[in-house]
């Protein structure tokens, strides 16, 4: 959240009900509930959380400036992705095996192997994305920082250099003195 929106808020609802579903699960799994049924809550959970976090990098794409942002819209996308695919692989669970389904026998199936596919795809993907989008903003304000005035937020001598430099030809400069 902090590299999608810059800052970690996050929506309380949202954790209540992902705690509330992951607590569910534990209990379940410690009353010796069928696997394939005391795991479903927790994919809801997971698949919960990245549906909050593609629609808050989906809706902060289109509050910034830069609406158009392709990396924001491929985060968006692969958390999107991740968030159907934990919530479909809860589902299947519950489709494709019966109740004495032990957690061995799931790691086994090749439905377990699709979907650890399916979610290593969009998850590396948002990996890779993330830490572009970590570095992109470093150096963004390190590029800001070198070219402004800590004190007034001006531009600095080179900078201003560099703007006067590339100005067009017919252009012009008015300097000001402020304080005489």
């Not at 902060?60 to 158009?68: D, F, I």
Request: aromatic share 10%; hydrophobic share 50%; proline share 2%.
């Amino acid at each position: 959240f902090i590299v999608l929106t810059g800052s970690a808020h996050r929506r309380p609802w949202s954790l209540a009900i992902a705690a509330t579903l992951t607590g569910a699960t534990c209990i379940a799994i410690g009353t010796g509930y069928a696997y394939i049924h005391a795991v479903f809550p927790f994919h809801i959970a997971i698949g919960l959380l990245m549906g909050e976090a593609g629609l808050r990098s989906f809706f902060h794409g289109r509050e910034t400036a830069n609406g158009s942002d392709h990396i924001n819209k491929a985060i968006t996308v692969c958390l999107a992705a991740m968030a159907a695919v934990f919530t479909l692989r809860g589902i299947g669970f519950l489709a494709f095996f019966d109740s004495a389904a032990r957690f061995s026998d799931i790691k086994q199936s090749g439905y377990e192997l699709a979907t650890m596919m399916a979610m290593a795809v969009p998850g590396m993907t948002l990996t890779l994305l993330l830490i572009f989008r970590t570095l992109d903003q470093a150096a963004s304000q390190y590029r800001t920082a070198s070219q402004t005035d800590a004190l007034t937020g001006l531009m600095n001598r080179g900078a201003f250099s560099s703007a006067t430099a590339s100005a067009a030809d017919g252009s012009w400069l008015i300097l000001c003195d402020i304080d005489h």
